[in-house]
């Protein structure tokens, strides 16, 4: 097995070579699938791990191919989730895939950047929601709400749209990006403090309605508040808002002798921001889920009667648990703004709510690593797979009406897989250890 494995990935890496295709793509997903499920040895796993990675980015650089890209988020759980390999290796492996393989694909296929960054804004909105849901277990159906105030915090204030209500020199200059990344975090924790007042005083169903009509009323109130006075611009939305000056990046991507082009270098400048951004989530995520604070949130998730027996102030701990999820995805918000340079209401509806809570159950609720997993399956599947799956279809099958076009089938398709998770494996992905240990009893 150990020889077979290792042919494998050396065969794959040797088609990444000379003939890269979807199909040599397919063929390297494959040789993972063998290197991820048969016993292999510690040593012979971490080679083959190597050797896929080696090919997984040569395969990008050379046919631009996203199903590249997917064989590299595969190995990143392979690093997550298998047993005894060496943890520098799996640091190093990461920070690899991370820092070079994906920059390396996106030099030859910009849309690889385009998608990490957007990737990396809803892994670290999971991380958010996580923190809400699969902690605290409060089912919260109007989280894109916050991801809009952070949007719109930025947007009216770093674009001419503030000149509508009050006075001053706007837009604010780039720079200022960064100090609004710490004020949408102060204003998305207070909006989360505002709606979860009245609407954590109550459980289950109920409070999942009411999530979702206040989630509605911030996403109609960016849609409505155009007049008398012009906050938001209504359905048109925002645009151009202003983007950080990164004449300090260029060159110091030119003193490590990387050449960045107007197509890369905000881009790239996103994509490494936005990595920077999860790795601090992650980090206050894993720091709460150790302190009394995460214990807490646990504990209420479990049983609230017993969490109050025991003197855990309900309120309270269920406020912060909803503050801190606003928080992170405010912060985002600002990047998304940015980013796009473009903010409308069309970006924060319910189903960017749903989609977001589908993450976090499709890697695991409670799951750090999970929650992350699910956002690029999920990101992937949206901006990737379903449209390149229609090309093909319209391409191949033109006769086919326009009506079975698989893009058009996003929501049936997520909703599937919901449903198929939920059947065969509930505790998602990458589970928490305790849902793990509690579906394996059940």
């Keep these: 097995m150990n020889a077979l494995s ?94 070079l393989s994906v920059p390396l694909a996106g030099f030859a296929n910009t849309f690889v950047f385009e998608l990490g960054i957007q990737i990396g804004i809803y892994a670290a909105m999971a991380l958010g929601l996580n923190v809400v849901v699969g902690m605290a277990g409060l089912l919260d159906l109007g989280y894109a709400a916050f991801f809009a105030v952070g949007a ?7 674009s001419e749209q503030a000149k509508n209500f009050m006075q001053g020199n706007f837009p604010l200059p780039g720079e200022y990006m960064y100090l609004f990344m710490g004020i949408a975090i102060v204003t998305t924790a207070l909006t989360g403090l505002v709606i979860g007042l009245p609407a954590l005083r109550l459980r289950g169903d109920y409070l999942a309605i009411v999530t979702l009509g206040l989630g509605e009323v911030v996403r109609i109130l960016a849609n409505n508040l155009d007049h008398p006075i012009n906050f938001t611009n209504g359905p048109q939305g925002i645009t151009p808002v202003q983007r950080p000056p990164i004449d300090w990046f260029r060159e110091l991507m030119g003193t490590l002798g990387v050449k960045l082009d107007q197509t890369t270098d905000y881009q790239l400048f996103f994509y490494f921001l936005v990595l920077l951004m999860i790795g601090l989530v992650v980090l206050a995520n894993v720091n709460l889920a150790n302190s009394r604070f995460g214990r807490a949130w646990v504990a209420i998730r479990e049983d609230e009667v017993a969490a109050r027996s025991m003197g855990i102030p309900l309120l309270p701990t269920k406020l912060l648990a909803f503050m801190t999820g606003a928080a992170f995805s405010g912060v985002m918000g600002v990047i998304f703004a940015a980013q796009r340079t473009f903010v409308s209401p069309e970006s924060f509806t319910l189903l960017a709510s749903i989609t977001i809570l589908g993450m976090v159950i499709l890697g695991g609720m409670g799951s750090i690593p999970g929650a992350i997993l699910g956002a690029a399956a999920l990101t992937i599947l949206n901006l990737d797979v379903l449209k390149t799956f229609s090309e093909f279809v319209r391409t191949s099958l033109p006769q086919i009406p326009s009506q079975v076009d698989p893009a058009k089938y996003e929501r049936l398709v997520f909703g599937l897989i919901l449903v198929l998770m939920m059947i065969f494996r509930p505790e998602g992905l990458i589970p928490e250890k305790r849902h793990k240990a509690e579906m394996e009893e059940a």
């Design 152 to 158: 719109y915090t930025w947007a009216i204030f770093g």
């Design 6 to 99: 290792f042919l494998l990935s050396l065969a794959y890496l040797g088609l990444a070579f000379l003939a890269p295709s979807p199909v040599s793509h397919l063929f390297g997903l494959a040789a993972l699938g063998v290197t991820a499920f048969l016993r292999l040895s510690p040593t012979w796993r971490t080679l083959n791990l190597a050797l896929l990675t080696l090919a997984f980015t040569v395969g990008l650089m050379r046919s631009g191919n996203t199903l590249g890209l997917i064989g590299l988020v595969g190995i990143l759980v392979a690093l997550t989730t298998l047993p005894r390999i060496p943890t520098g290796i799996r640091v190093l492996l990461a920070l690899a895939i991370l820092l």
